[in-house]
């Protein structure tokens, strides 16, 4: 399987990616539960709006290496509610 999975913040922002072929997923659902093997955990950021998408390499650059290069303009997420995130900037 070519091209990577990444993890999407609530936010938008790209918080993690791991090449396809690391992983033994061919779901979305998979691919989370490989990042996030806890259940409870799963379902708590089901809720609060994470994703996880497969991309390729071309995607990638465009979506997750801002993000992952600290060059993104998404809001900080770290847990807290979406209301309390500051939304300034561009997406």
């Known amino acids: 399987m070519s091209g ?9 922002c790209v918080e993690g990616s791991v090449y396809a072929s690391a992983l033994k997923a061919d779901s979305s659902e998979e691919a989370h539960r490989e990042f996030t093997p806890r259940v409870g955990d799963r379902r708590r950021e089901t809720q ?3 994703r996880h998408d497969r991309v390729e390499r071309d995607e990638w650059k465009r979506r997750a290496k801002p993000c992952l290069m600290g060059e993104c303009r998404h809001p900080d997420y770290q847990g807290r509610p979406l209301a309390d995130v500051p939304t300034g900037g561009a997406l």
């Open 4 to 12: 990577f999975w990444i993890r999407i913040a609530p936010t938008g």
């Open 48 to 50: 609060e709006g994470w």
